[in-house]
Nanobody
Framework: QVQLVESGGGLVQAGGSLRLSCAASGSIVSINRMEWYRQAPGKQRELVASIISGSTTYADSVKDRFTISRDNAKNTWYLQMNSLKPEDTAVYYC??????????????WGQGTQVTVSS
């Protein structure tokens, strides 16, 4: 079994910062892809940032404001969010493609954490 546990969401004023964390635990052999998604009310879930083989990609709406990073030793990745805007308000989900000891490679999701940016 693999679990992804998120933390770090909350309420912040526009222009502020938050850092989200996602910790993976369980029978993990390797994490091939680490991602952050978000879903605002009435909108589709969108990919915000990802790390694949050390390369990072970002949605245009968050470039130069958000930074994804990882700590491989802890099976944890982060999303540093700066200069937050009200339109960043959403439930943020971490996701990963993980290979387990069984061996199975599949996608896993965190439970989601609310980020609310007030104007």
């Amino acid at each position: 079994q693999v679990q992804l546990v998120e933390s770090g969401g909350g309420l912040v004023q526009a222009g502020g910062s938050l850092r989200l964390s996602c910790a993976a635990s369980g029978s993990i052999v390797s994490i091939n892809r680490m991602e952050w998604y978000r879903q605002a009310p009435g909108k589709q879930r969108e990919l915000v940032a990802s790390i694949i083989s050390g390369s990072t990609t970002y949605a245009d709406s968050v470039k130069d404001r958000f930074t994804i990073s990882r700590d491989n030793a802890k099976n944890t990745w982060y999303l540093q969010m700066n200069s937050l805007k009200p339109e960043d308000t959403a439930v943020y989900y971490c996701a990963a493609q993980i290979r387990t000891v069984f061996p199975i490679t599949r996608n896993y999701w965190g439970q989601g954490t609310q980020v609310t940016v007030s104007s």
